[in-house]
């Protein structure tokens, strides 16, 4: 498994890479967000290419919007 941050600011972190079950997979981490998400360490969007959007708490559909625009658009909104 490859694992790789490719952002880093303000508390929010991404991190993408490849798993060899799951294929590429994306993170997205708000520290501001820690004590709202389920298992307390922030991650507010979790998308894997086999099991697509498993958690969304963004406040972005991710019916409506590809998970890389739902990141660009939390990282503009919370930067």
């Known amino acids: 498994m ?6 880093q600011e ?9 798993d060899h079950a799951l294929g ?3 993170q997205l981490f708000d520290k501001k967000m820690e004590d709202e998400t ?3 360490e922030g991650l507010v ?3 894997s290419e086999f099991l697509g959007v498993e958690a969304n708490y ?4 991710d019916k ?3 998970v890389e625009q739902i990141v660009l658009k939390y990282v503009e909104e919370h930067k």
């Open 38 to 40: 389920p298992e307390g």
């Open 45 to 47: 969007l979790d998308w």
């Open 2 to 7: 490859s694992r790789n941050t490719v952002y």
């Open 64 to 66: 409506e919007t590809p």
């Open 24 to 26: 590429k997979f994306l």
């Open 10 to 18: 303000n508390g929010i972190t991404i991190v993408v890479g490849v």
């Open 58 to 61: 963004t406040g972005i559909s």
